[in-house]
């Protein structure tokens, strides 16, 4: 696939039947598409607006983190989602995770695999990353940031580069944003349907860790470490230790294979 530029009319193409589901901005720059969604979706953007950018200065990652792109390296967007009242939110970020990894696979990306709760691996490294941040004053509407690396961006700090990867291929933007979206769409409309637990099974399948041994380390806790069993039906680690089976929930920590 040759290397292109973002452009709203044609991820309206390759978005084909579901265009009219999205309403897609393509910025040149912004400080973080999560940013700046959440200020439309405060003022009532619809559900399925998308903001895409080609640079970020401002990427927030998880935990406070920076999310490091620079020009053409990353594909970075956010996707406004409002669920249907009374939806319950567990597990979210872990549905999004498979919508990400089984669109890749999809595209024949091989080694695909979800770190819990939701990093998105390949060959254990990673390629992508998720951010969910919830609207102020809007019950179950999500802002749903993704940013996958496309290429390795120059500015990475060693520590980062050494446990990241990357597509490494020349690929369509506009045809991968516009898969990922599908791929959003059908897992969304599941999670409203049957939550978390109706899409479990397919994270499962996708777990980078499954029975390995794991340690999870938290700012507040004591570290825990066991083989994991797996996520239970709101989305929290299952770790089987010493003591017994310990649920983690979503929250900062972060799993490492030991
Ligand atoms: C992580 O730390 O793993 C989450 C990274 C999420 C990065 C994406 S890029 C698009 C969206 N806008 C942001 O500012 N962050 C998310």
């Known amino acids: 696939m040759p290397e292109s530029r973002l452009s709203a009319p044609d991820i309206a193409v390759a978005l084909d039947a579901l265009a009219p589901r999205f309403d897609v901005d393509v910025l040149t720059e912004c400080d973080s598409t999560n940013a700046r969604l959440l200020t439309r979706a405060e003022a009532g953007a619809p559900s399925g607006t998308v903001i895409a950018a080609a640079r970020q200065t401002a990427g927030r990652g998880r935990m406070g983190r920076e999310w490091y792109a620079d020009d053409s390296a990353s594909l970075t967007f956010s996707l406004l989602w409002r669920l249907p009242p009374g939806t319950a939110l567990g597990g979210l970020s872990l549905a999004v995770g498979v919508a990400v990894a089984e669109a890749l696979r999809d595209l024949g990306v091989a080694q695909v695999a979800l770190k819990w709760p939701n990093d998105i691996l390949r060959d254990g490294r990673k390629l ?114 010493a003591t017994g089976v310990q649920r983690i929930i979503s929250g900062d920590v972060s799993l490492r294979a030991t």
């Not at 500015?155 to 990867?165: D, F």
């Not at 860790?209 to 929290?236: K, Y």
Request: charged share 20%.
């Open 128 to 241: 992508g990353g998720i951010l969910i941040e919830l609207v102020s004053g809007s019950a179950n509407a999500a802002v749903i940031g993704i940013g996958v690396n496309v290429r390795l961006p120059s500015g990475l700090p060693e520590e980062v580069r050494r446990n990241a990867a990357a597509l490494e291929c020349d690929v369509d933007r506009n045809a991968l944003l516009a898969r990922l979206l599908v791929s959003l769409h059908g897992v969304l409309q599941d999670f409203a349907s049957g939550g978390f637990a109706g899409i479990r099974q397919r994270w499962l399948a996708l777990n980078a860790h499954a029975g390995a041994t794991v340690r999870i380390i938290s700012a507040f806790v004591p570290p825990v470490e066991g083989r994991c069993l797996g996520v239970d039906n709101d989305g929290a680690l299952l770790v089987e230790t």
